[in-house]
């Protein structure tokens, strides 16, 4: 079992920065993928971006790419999403995703991960 639990929402301006954390506990080294995905009010599950267990492998949304990063540090079990250039389309409430298998790769189809986190509220103002 791995439990993921998401920090760093809140409140910021648009053109502002934010930094989102993941951190996994339990069977951490089941995280072999981890995603972030965001949903807004009324809107379908959207796909942020994914990183590979080594870091060397990422992959962005269309709307985000340019202006967010995924990194991971697995000492710490910890995995991060470094907003910026935020706008007030990004908000939503952000969850954090984990795939399990060691021969996954990353994947933009969140019924291809495992665990979930509770998701954090990112509201970007105008």
């Known amino acids: 079992q791995v439990q993921l639990v998401e920090s760093g929402g809140g409140l910021v301006q648009a053109g502002g920065s934010l930094r989102l954390s993941c951190a996994a506990s339990?069977?951490?080294?089941?995280?072999?993928?981890m995603g972030w995905f965001r949903q807004a009010p009324g809107k379908e599950r959207e796909f942020v971006a994914a990183v590979s267990w080594s870091g060397g492998s990422t992959d962005y949304g269309d709307s985000v790419k340019g202006r967010f990063t995924i990194s991971r540090d697995n000492a710490k079990n910890t995995v991060y999403l470094q907003m910026n250039s935020l706008k007030p389309d990004d908000t939503a409430v952000y969850y954090c995703?984990?795939?399990?298998?060691?021969?996954?790769?990353?994947?933009?189809?969140?019924?291809?991960?495992?665990?979930w986190g509770q998701g954090t509220q990112v509201t970007v103002s105008s």
């Open positions: 339990g069977r951490t080294f089941s995280t072999n993928v």
């Open positions: 995703a984990a795939r399990r298998s060691a021969y996954g790769s990353t994947s933009r189809v969140p019924a291809n991960y495992d665990y």
